[in-house]
């Protein structure tokens, strides 16, 4: 089986991209290295450098490869930057995906697996269940959820199979921690390997259930396997909701630095987010989850061998009002 795989030199997309590989499959993978590094792409892959924005690129490459699967995990995914990017948010997470989408219905991909977001759900009831009716509340959760209902109609009309997974607050080895506008254990490690200060937004107190990577990328890379799983949408990470600060000893504990910490202004985010996984089991064999000290542990090895990576301002911020302290 040959498979695409977006966003295969980034986080999510180089694990699964090595789980395929690992289950057989013959692996294509394509990022523009936007977010991701080269290296990531695992051994045995062919690689191709190249944005989901292009179409042209993309209709040559499905010309050329006769693909049965496109898993697709390409995504600029700074859920609170993308109120200030929105342009730019749309352009490649939403029309990027439909490029791959029109491409997929055309040359009778058998099924095409996207990564959204429990950014979909916005502020409701917790944890978040995959039959609530999303709300989003920014224009990240916004695109990705315009793509869940866009593969929902792609189905219907020209019968794409299809198999969501709304991953969340993911890190592990891989993980760009350079990128200051998300992930923030990444971003954490980066500051203590820079002698810097951890920046807290608000007082700490808004809870997230952190998901290791070995909790999602198997999951995913399987989930064709599965055609039971075909036209339906699964919650999958850690289930363990845990605060801000706590994650601040964890993180600072597992690098064997004393932190210091600033508390800048709070931004307009969803305070608690955190959802169920009881659907997700009753269709997957899904291990239990790595305690967060374990996988921070993980990280934090991976992360003092490569070291501290640059920090780089995003170049095109559209609307610079209300750009929160620290950005």
């Not at 036209?231 to 600072?252: A, C, H, I, K, M």
């Amino acid at each position: 089986m040959k498979v695409l795989v977006t966003g295969a030199a980034g986080f999510i997309g180089s694990h699964v991209a090595s789980h395929l590989l690992l289950e057989g499959m013959e692996v294509v993978a394509m990022d523009d290295l936007s977010g991701g590094f080269v290296e990531n792409v695992p051994p045995g892959a062919r690689w191709v450098q190249g944005s989901v924005t292009d179409d042209a690129l993309l209709r040559d490459l499905f010309e050329a490869e006769a693909f049965d699967y496109v898993y697709h995990l390409a995504a600029y995914a700074a859920e609170g930057l993308s109120h200030f990017i929105r342009r730019f948010n749309y352009e490649t997470n939403l029309i990027g995906s439909i490029n791959l989408i029109n491409l997929s219905i055309l040359h009778r991909i058998k099924c095409f697996v996207f990564t959204s977001s429990i950014a979909v759900y916005g502020t409701g009831q917790l944890p978040m269940t995959e039959d609530m009716v999303p709300q989003p509340e920014d224009p990240y959760g916004v695109s990705k959820y315009a793509v869940e209902l866009d593969l929902k109609a792609a189905q219907r009309q020209f019968g794409l199979n299809y198999t969501v997974f709304r991953p969340h607050n993911v890190y592990g080895e891989h993980q760009n921690i350079g990128d200051k506008y998300r992930n923030v254990i990444g971003i954490f490690m980066n500051q203590l390997l820079q002698g810097q200060p951890l920046t807290i937004f608000g007082d700490g107190k808004r809870t997230r259930a952190f998901s290791y990577i070995d909790d999602v990328a198997p999951v995913i890379a399987r989930s064709v396997l599965t055609p039971a799983a075909y036209g339906e949408t699964f919650n999958v990470g850690g289930d363990q909701p845990y605060t801000v600060n706590e994650l601040v000893r964890v993180v600072s504990e597992s690098m064997g630095i004393a932190p210091q910490v600033i508390h800048l202004p709070e931004r307009k985010e969803v305070k608690h987010a955190f959802s169920s996984h009881d659907k997700v089991r009753q269709f997957f064999n899904v291990p239990p989850s790595v305690p967060l000290k374990e996988g921070v542990g993980r990280m934090a090895a991976w992360a003092r061998q490569v070291g501290r990576r640059t920090t780089k301002d995003f170049a095109a911020i559209e609307i610079p009002t209300g750009l929160p302290k620290g950005w």
